[in-house]
């Protein structure tokens, strides 16, 4: 990204990567460019995609600007000063979000999405979300009077348009399967009784349905709108701050510092910058936007393939979202929905995110060894000490939050501190100093990305509310219990494909949701604890970004490298193996520190024996080839670490660690270890 001019008011990178030599231009997906291109200030831009770059669009772009600073100043005000009710809280939320989607994204790419006509009908759908937001706000106490009555004529018609607004809104912002799911689901609890079978259920009038849906506190309103309206958004405020102000280099070029002169120097820098990034953002995709620019062309420049170097990136950028102390949206909901600490959600999640990355940074280093890849130019390396002197003050926010959280503050409260605490240090020096106009872009950047999520969490409420009137959770959890015969391993595989299924059309943190109330109780009538159920099922809602036919991220990341989407996702779904094996560590042993000093030693050391066998297996290659036996040797090592019981975990490492250590017999050096011939020096 060094050859890209400064934007305008952002800081201007505080890290060492400008010693790197000038990237290839990457290309790209559309729809998935780095804030710093294009030109004008953000909101502009944003507004430009919708109303073009006249003076229409410049009105917009104002505008825009006008309601992205009052929607931040407004979630500013309710976090620092408690008072306000919840629930209008959430209500004023999803209007600021409902206002922006239909002012920002047109109803469709063609050109007649952006005609004039249409124009009058965004505007029309603008003040009508006013309207039906403002509603409940103005009526409060008279609604919790007439709560489990009759709804008024009023309350119907209120209601009946503000789900259509939501769903449009969510069909615009995110795609149809979504709205369509949403709405399928609001049929589902009124035709129930038409219903044959076991999914039969009394039903609803449809007057009954609508209102609890949006004028209840447990539709629309629930725990995952509070979520994204409370924590979510306060952590994507601080992920566009760090952004804006440069400290996004800074990790990157931290981590190239500290991995760039090994084996596969840029790819290894990649899962530790990712690692970095991803943790404190919690969004793989924009993970892999942002930092793929960046490493993708560098992989390639050494010698990863395209579709390698962009699975690698779309591997590590996805678990980012399971890396604490921020993670992703989910993890807050997750939080919110077992009524525990987030700090309790942090501590189990971390032993899990560190093994996950260790096994891609595992791939990376065989594919290294297999393909005679060495490390980066001693030239092209940031140094170490340069680089921490120009963004040292950018671990300060990250360490205070991460001290707060595990000190079991307030998720929402932590957060705030370390926004303060980033924009302290950042004002304090010149490298990261933002402009007025750059203080400007981080309330523009957070509003766009905050739109998505609150869009989903809102229609995801419907979801569980009809969830919670019909008893589905519980009929789904139970046929799911007899078609695996009370297995839990064949109700993880189900839950596994449930989970790729929903993932076709739903972002990760809907398909959390909606995944964790339909099959939740199944995976706790078997036994998990509460924390390993929902943790297994946040793991798996995250395959959408790695597994074909979808794969977010890593089509994102195909489009960075000019690789094949196709292949692309197919690699990234390789080295992101941990997504689906460590789940069932989750379930089978103690990596969740759900056990003694010992025994959570030793499941991490089987199950880390467990996973190198089987990336080994699936690459055919450590230190050297392995041969057809071999490799099957090492699925079934693995395999026997996986299943339950101390005798086959401890039969599979014996086994893995005897093929290991054929590896080195009869090794020769990979072409990145021979040394170079005389004349070459």
């Not at 990261?432 to 750059?438: A, K, Q, V, W």
Request: charge should be positive.
């Amino acid at each position: 990204m060094n050859d890209q001019p400064d934007e305008p008011g952002r800081a201007r990178p505080a890290t060492a990567s400008a010693q790197l030599p000038p990237e290839p231009e990457s290309r790209r997906l559309p729809g998935t460019e780095d804030e710093e291109e294009g030109s004008g200030p953000l909101w502009r831009r944003m507004a430009a995609e919708r109303w073009g770059e006249e003076r229409a669009g410049r009105a917009v772009g104002a505008a825009t600007l006008a309601i992205a600073v009052a929607f931040g100043l407004f979630q500013g005000y309710t976090a620092l000063f408690i008072g306000m009710d919840i629930y209008v809280q959430r209500v004023l939320h999803l209007m600021f979000v409902l206002v922006l989607v239909f002012l920002l994204k047109p109803a469709a790419r063609f050109r007649w999405a952006r005609s004039t006509p249409m124009a009058a009908v965004d505007l029309l759908l603008v003040a009508a979300a006013v309207a039906v937001t403002l509603y409940p706000v103005v009526n409060r106490e008279a609604l919790v009077l007439r709560a489990g009555g009759v709804p008024t004529g009023a309350d119907v018609l209120v209601s009946v348009i503000a789900l259509l607004l939501l769903l449009e809104a969510c069909r615009r912002a995110i795609g149809p399967f979504m709205a369509f799911l949403g709405l399928a689901f609001l049929f589902y609890s009124w035709i129930g009784p038409l219903i044959p079978g076991p999914f039969s259920h009394s039903g609803q009038l449809y007057q009954r349905i609508a209102t609890y849906s949006y004028l209840s506190d447990d539709g629309v309103f629930g725990v995952p709108l509070g979520v994204a309206a409370t924590f979510v958004f306060a952590f994507i405020f601080f992920g566009a701050l760090l952004q804006k102000t440069g400290g996004g280099d800074f990790f990157i070029g931290l981590a190239y510092a500290l991995t760039g002169r090994f084996a596969g120097g840029p790819a290894k820098g990649a899962v530790v910058g990712s690692a970095m990034m991803g943790s404190i953002t919690g969004s793989a995709i924009a993970n892999t936007v942002t930092t793929g620019a960046f490493t993708i062309p560098m992989m390639k420049r050494v010698g990863y393939k395209k579709h390698e170097a962009a699975g690698v990136e779309a591997a590590a950028s996805t678990g980012g979202q399971l890396l604490p102390p921020v993670m992703g949206a989910g993890a807050f909901v997750m939080a919110e929905m077992m009524g525990v600490p987030y700090a309790d959600i942090v501590k189990v999640a971390i032993i899990p995110a560190l093994m996950y990355f260790a096994v891609v940074f595992l791939f990376v280093d065989i594919l290294a060894r297999k393909n005679g890849i060495g490390g980066m130019p001693s030239g092209q390396l940031p140094r170490l000490r340069t680089t921490l002197a120009a963004g040292w003050h950018f671990l300060a926010p990250l360490l205070l939050l991460v001290t707060l959280l595990l000190a079991y503050v307030p998720p929402l409260r932590a957060g705030i501190y370390a926004i303060g605490a980033l924009f302290v240090v950042a004002m304090l020096r010149g490298a990261s100093r933002l402009t007025l106009s750059g203080i400007a872009e981080v309330f523009a950047l957070t509003a766009r990305n905050v739109l998505p999520v609150s869009v989903a969490t809102g229609v995801a409420g419907i979801i569980v509310g009809v969830v919670g009137q019909t008893s589905l959770g519980l009929k789904l959890s139970g046929m799911i219990i007899d078609a695996a015969a009370g297995s839990l391993l064949l109700t993880l595989v189900l839950v596994a494909l449930a989970s790729l299924v929903l993932g076709l059309g739903l972002p990760v943190t809907a398909a959390y949701i909606v995944l964790i109330v339909l099959a939740g109780p199944a995976l706790e009538t078997l036994g998990l604890p509460l924390i390993v159920a929902h943790m297994i099922v946040y793991w798996y809602s995250q395959d959408s970004n790695v597994t074909p036919p979808v794969a977010l991220a890593a089509f994102s990341a195909s489009g960075i490298a000019g690789a094949s989407p196709t292949r692309t996702g197919l690699a990234a779904w390789k080295f992101a193996k941990g997504l689906y094996l460590i789940p069932l560590l989750m379930a089978y042993s103690s990596i969740m520190l759900n056990g003694t000093l010992g025994e959570i030693v030793f499941s991490v050391a089987s199950g880390m024996v467990g996973l190198v066998a089987a990336a080994v297996a699936l690459e055919g290659f450590m230190l050297r080839r392995t041969a057809l036996v071999e490799r099957l040797l090492l699925v079934v090592a693995a395999v026997l670490v996986f299943m339950p019981g101390t005798t086959t975990d401890l039969i599979g490492m014996a086994m893995t660690a005897v093929l290991v250590g054929l590896q080195f017999w009869g090794r020769r050096p990979s072409p990145a270890q021979r040394p170079e011939p005389a004349a070459a020096a």
